[in-house]
Structures are given as structure tokens and as C-alpha cells.
């Protein structure tokens, strides 16, 4: 691979090391169908854990759902489907420990709902960096990308001490440096770096993930249509599970899934604080179908960089309205609005701010960890993020027009001049 200072945009033909390459050359042994087949997914996972039941959370009809549109739609390559049956099998797995960990131990449940701040912002809005930050907070808790791959304790792991899952996370976040060495410069992940709470949703198969790293419009569309609380209700739980193994303060979450779901957000988690961050749209979507052209190349040979254009027009446009309209429902729910543009220019006084209005203090010790994370360098220097709206097939108008109504509902204004 010919290095450069910014990521390949030709994303019809994306890296690949050359093992992974004459794996993908490989004939298949079995279909689609049978790869991903729920029973035989939900056997492994039992076999795996010796336990067979599943918590009332939901489970069973999307993961149907979910295999059959990856056997209709996703064209996945022999690589692909290695990642994406051996995901499915691990949430599995982890969903099984977790919810024998809740039976065995009902005074999980029975804690009240922990204290959260949950960033619902919409994106590539600063919502990393913004989670990130708060993160720093000695207080706080957040979710670590080594806990969100494995959230159970391992059946031989010592109680509170959980380095194999750590050990198994930094061979995760280095496996994957290799796999695709310019992903770090579009979504940096870190074994010890806050992940997105939207890995712990996939625990009911209920979640944005599926649909950002494959083309499964069928699965897409049915979760337009149904009721998302009993999932975030699961998340709930599945928070105090966590808390009871390493309790802190406070948490903060993020993911822009929540956006699509912030009234549910609201009803699930009354007391949370919930902030939404904005950009103008007409920096964020090309970067945003960048980051889903790059992260469905994992998985696929088929990369339509139009189609994903398409679909991520229309799932941020229905983000963006669905919630306006749950804070419009609930009037009495505060929610901490902050621009980008605030955020790049005094991050530290952003973070002030957000506590300020929780009415809880900052330490010292907090603030001075803050500026230290503020003062490291990004995962991803030195390489840039390169995307444009043409690759997708979308315009500067095509976005002014989508997202007419929300710029103006919250004051966005695009921080450059229309070419």
C-alpha cells in the first residue's frame, strides 16, 4: 500500500492486506443462509456459556430480521462474513453472561438508575471529542472499547480484575491498525478510549451498528418501525450491571443513535442529563458517509458509495426531526444544546458549562485532568480525514434543503462559504 497523508477516497476499491485478499479469493463452503442462521448462532452461543436462557429483553425477531437481510443484501466477502458471524456469536455469548449475572445477583436490578450524562448529538458534531473530554473526568464512567467487545466478565477472569478482556480489546483495536490502517484517521478507537454505549443496544440486535457496517436496507426499514424502548430498557440494566462491577460517580455516554430515540431516552432515563451537539450538516455528511463507506469496506467488496449517500441523508434527516419533535413532547426535559464551534474553540469552558447546568461542581483535580486529555495529541495526527459530497452523490443544496428546517430551529450556520 502506497502511504499518503489522507485516507483513500476510492472507496469501490478499498485496502486490503494481502492475506486478507486471497482469503476473500477462497471458494465458499457454505451459503449465506446457513452462515447466518439464527438457531444456529443462539446454539453456539449456549454451548459457548453452558447457560440457555435469555433475559425478556429483545432478541429473537430482530436477530431473524438482522440474518435475513445480511443473507438478501450485504454482499459480503469470505472475510466479511467470518467478522460478522463471529459478532453476532459474541453478543450472544455476552447477552447469555450478563443476564445469568442478573438472576444470580437481583440486587443488580434493584440499584437505582445510575447518574448519566448522554451526548444525543447527531453525527461527526464533536461528539467524540466531546465524550472524550467529559470522559477525562476522574469521576466519571465511561464505556472503554475493551468493555463494550466484552461487558461480561469472563467465566476464569478474577473478580475485579479484568485484564483478559483489556488484553483481548488492544489485540482487537491492533488487528484492526492492520486490517485498515486509515480508519483511525476516520473513527479513532482506543482498547482504553471511551466507545460509543451503542455496542451495548447490539446486545438486542436493536441498534444503528448493522446498518452503518453493512448494506441491509430491509433491516433498516423494519427498525424504522418499532418500539426501541425495550432495548434501551436493557441498556439500562445492562449499566447497572457494569456499575456494580466497577461503580464511579457518574457516566457518560454518547452515540448519535440516540438522537433517532431521544424521547425514548427521555422515558428510560428521567434524571439523565442530555445534551445535543450541532454542526451544520453541510460539514458532517460526507465525513459521515466517509466513515460509513470505510467502515462497511470491512466486511464488503461492494461498496456503493450513492446508496450510502442516499441512506444516510434520509437516516440523519429522520435523526435531526425525530428529535426536535421528542423535545418538543417534552417540555419539561432541559436539554444542553452545544455548537461545534464553541466546543473546537474553548472545549474546557464547554465542559464548565455543561456542569453548571447539572448544578454539580467541577474539582480542580477534574478540570486539571481535562486540560491534560485536551493537550494530548489525536490518535489519528498527522494523517487526514479526506471526503467529499460529490462521492456520494450528494450537493451542498441537496443538504441546505434537507436540513433547512433544523438549521434554522437551532441557529447552525455552515462555518464556510457555498463554493
Known amino acids: 500500500m502506497t502511504q499518503t497523508n489522507a485516507t483513500n477516497t476510492n472507496y469501490t476499491k478499498p485496502f486490503r492486506p494481502w492475506p486478507i485478499r486471497l482469503f476473500n479469493s477462497l471458494p465458499r463452503l457454505r451459503s449465506d443462509e446457513a452462515v447466518f442462521n439464527p438457531d444456529n448462532i443462539i446454539r453456539y452461543a449456549q454451548k459457548m456459556t453452558g447457560e440457555t436462557e435469555f433475559s425478556a429483553a429483545p432478541l429473537r425477531e430482530p436477530l431473524e430480521k438482522l440474518c435475513a437481510a445480511i443473507a438478501e443484501d450485504a454482499q459480503l466477502s469470505n472475510f466479511g462474513r467470518v467478522v460478522q458471524e463471529t459478532r453476532l456469536k459474541n453478543l450472544l455469548v455476552n447477552r447469555l453472561r450478563l443476564d445469568a449475572l442478573m438472576r444470580k445477583h437481583p440486587e443488580i436490578l434493584a440499584q437505582p438508575t445510575p447518574d448519566i450524562i448522554i451526548i444525543a448529538g447527531l453525527a461527526r458534531t464533536g461528539t467524540t471529542l466531546l465524550h472524550r473530554t467529559l470522559a ?48 483511525s484517521a476516520v473513527h479513532p478507537v482506543g482498547a482504553l478510549e471511551p466507545e460509543e454505549d451503542i455496542l451495548l443496544l447490539d446486545l438486542t440486535m436493536i441498534s444503528q451498528t448493522a446498518e452503518a457496517m453493512m448494506h441491509v436496507p430491509t433491516y433498516s426499514a423494519w427498525l424504522e418501525t418499532i418500539d426501541h424502548r425495550p432495548a434501551y430498557e436493557y441498556l439500562r440494566d445492562v449499566l447497572k450491571v457494569l456499575g456494580w462491577l466497577r461503580p464511579a460517580e457518574h457516566w457518560v455516554l454518547k452515540t448519535p443513535n440516540h438522537s433517532e430515540q431521544l424521547g425514548t431516552i427521555m422515558d428510560v432515563f428521567p434524571d439523565a442529563t442530555v445534551i445535543q451537539t450541532h454542526r451544520h450538516p453541510s460539514e458532517t455528511m460526507a465525513s459521515c458517509c466517509s466513515l460509513m463507506a470505510h467502515t462497511q469496506a470491512l466486511s464488503s467488496d461492494y461498496i456503493d458509495p450513492h446508496a450510502i449517500g442516499q441512506h444516510w441523508l434520509h437516516k440523519v434527516a429522520r435523526m435531526a426531526t425525530k428529535a426536535s419533535v421528542a423535545r418538543k413532547a417534552h417540555p419539561d426535559r432541559p436539554v444542553i444544546d452545544i455548537h461545534y464551534a464553541d466546543l473546537i474553540a474553548d472545549p474546557l469552558q464547554t465542559i464548565s458549562s455543561i456542569y453548571t447546568a447539572r448544578q454539580t461542581p467541577l474539582p480542580e483535580k477534574s478540570r486539571a485532568a481535562i486540560k491534560s486529555a485536551l493537550a494530548q495529541p489525536g490518535a489519528h495526527a498527522g494523517k487526514r480525514h479526506a471526503y467529499a459530497l460529490s462521492d456520494f452523490g450528494l450537493s451542498r443544496s441537496d443538504i441546505e434543503t434537507t436540513f433547512a428546517r433544523y438549521c434554522a430551529e437551532y441557529d447552525i450556520h455552515p462555518e464556510s462559504p457555498a463554493p
Do not use: V
Not at 469521576?139 to 478482556?165: H, I, Q, T, V
Open 136 to 183: 477525562a473526568n476522574p469521576d466519571a464512567r465511561s464505556l472503554p472499547s475493551w468493555e463494550a467487545l466484552n461487558p461480561a466478565p469472563l467465566p476464569s477472569e478474577p473478580s475485579g480484575n479484568p485484564a483478559k478482556r483489556i488484553s483481548k480489546g488492544k489485540s482487537a483495536t491492533g488487528f484492526m491498525g492492520w486490517l485498515a490502517p486509515d480508519f
